[in-house]
C-alpha cells in the first residue's frame, strides 16, 4: 500500500484524522508520568478548552499549540491562564 509521508508542511485538512488521533495518543502515553499531568487534571484543562473561543480543530489560535498534547503536560500553560483562573 502507497501511504503518504507525514508532511510538516501538510495543512491540517490534508491529515489522515484518525492517523493524526493515534500518533498524538502515542506521543502523549511515551511522555514521562514525571512529565504527565494527572488524567483529571488533563481532562479538566481539556474542559476549559472546549469553551475558548481560541479553540479550532484542536489547536489554540492563541498560541498554536495542540490543546490535547499541551494540557497533558504537566508544566503546560495556557497563554490566557484559563487553567489557574478556573482552579
Do not use: F
Amino acid at each position: 500500500m502507497n501511504q503518504k509521508a507525514h508532511c510538516v508542511k501538510c495543512l491540517l485538512q490534508e491529515i489522515d484524522e484518525e492517523e493524526y488521533l493515534s500518533k498524538l495518543k502515542r506521543v502523549i502515553l511515551m511522555m514521562k508520568a514525571s512529565e504527565r499531568a494527572s488524567d483529571e487534571e488533563t481532562n479538566r484543562r481539556l474542559l476549559i478548552c472546549k469553551q475558548c473561543d481560541y479553540l479550532e480543530r484542536g489547536t489554540c489560535l492563541a498560541c498554536g499549540c495542540y490543546v490535547e498534547l499541551r494540557s497533558a503536560m504537566r508544566h503546560g500553560k495556557c497563554p490566557y491562564k484559563k487553567w489557574t483562573l478556573n482552579k
